[in-house]
C-alpha cells in the first residue's frame, strides 16, 4: 500500500508542476499587459500631434499638378490663405477616420481663409476618385507624380500633413489623424 500512495504522490506533484509553470508564465504577461493597456490609456491622442520638422520656417517645396479632376494646382497660386497639405492613402484607417475632419475643415473655411489639398501616397487614381466620391471632399486631390511631393516633405507614413502659412512658410508638421477643431486652433495659435 505504501508502494501505491508513493504512486500516488508522485503523479499528484508531477501535474502540479506544470501548472505553477503556467501560472508563473501566465503571470507576468498579465502584468505586462496591463502595463501596456495603462500606458496607452495615459499617453497622448494620435489626432493633431504636432512633431519638429526640417521644414518648419522655410518656403513650402513645390507642389504643383493635375488634380482628380483635371484642373492644375499650384501651392504658390494659394499665397494669402492657409494650406493644409494632407498625405494620405485610402487604404489606411487613420487616413478613413481624419477625412470627415478634413471635410469639415473645408467647409468652416469655404469664405477662402484656408484650403486643402490632398497628396495620394502609393495609391490609385481610381481609390482616390471613389474614396472621394463616397466620402465628400471639395478639395484639389493629386495622385500622380507624388513620391516626389512625398520625398520633398519628407513623408515617412500616412496620415502626415503640414501647416503652410499665408506667406507660404511651413509652420507646422502634424503626424497621425488631424480634427477640424485642432487645425482651427493651430491656425488660431500659429497667427497669435
Excluded at 496607452?40 to 520638422?53: G, I, K, P, Q, Y
Aim: glycine share 8%.
Amino acid at each position: 500500500m505504501t508502494a501505491g500512495a508513493s504512486a500516488s504522490q508522485g503523479e499528484i506533484r508531477s501535474s502540479s508542476r506544470p501548472r505553477s509553470r503556467v501560472i508563473w508564465i501566465v503571470l507576468p504577461v498579465g502584468v505586462v499587459v496591463v502595463l501596456l493597456v495603462l500606458m496607452m490609456a495615459t499617453s497622448d491622442s494620435s489626432m493633431d500631434r504636432a512633431v519638429d520638422s526640417h521644414l518648419l520656417g522655410e518656403v513650402a517645396p513645390v507642389i504643383a499638378g493635375r488634380t482628380t479632376d483635371g484642373e492644375w494646382f499650384d501651392i504658390d497660386d494659394q499665397r494669402g490663405i492657409w494650406v493644409i497639405v494632407n498625405f494620405f492613402s485610402t487604404t489606411c484607417v487613420p487616413c478613413v477616420v481624419e477625412h470627415p475632419e478634413l471635410v469639415a475643415f473645408s467647409e468652416a473655411n469655404a469664405a477662402g481663409d484656408a484650403v486643402v489639398v490632398s497628396i495620394a501616397f502609393d495609391d490609385s487614381a481610381a481609390n482616390v476618385v471613389d474614396f472621394f466620391a463616397r466620402n465628400g471632399g471639395d478639395w484639389p486631390v493629386l495622385v500622380t507624380d507624388t513620391a516626389g511631393v512625398a520625398v520633398r516633405y519628407g513623408v515617412t507614413g500616412v496620415p502626415e500633413s503640414y501647416l503652410v502659412a499665408p506667406n507660404g512658410a511651413v509652420v507646422a508638421k502634424i503626424i497621425g489623424g488631424v480634427t477640424a477643431n485642432g487645425l482651427q486652433e493651430l491656425i488660431t495659435q500659429v497667427s497669435a
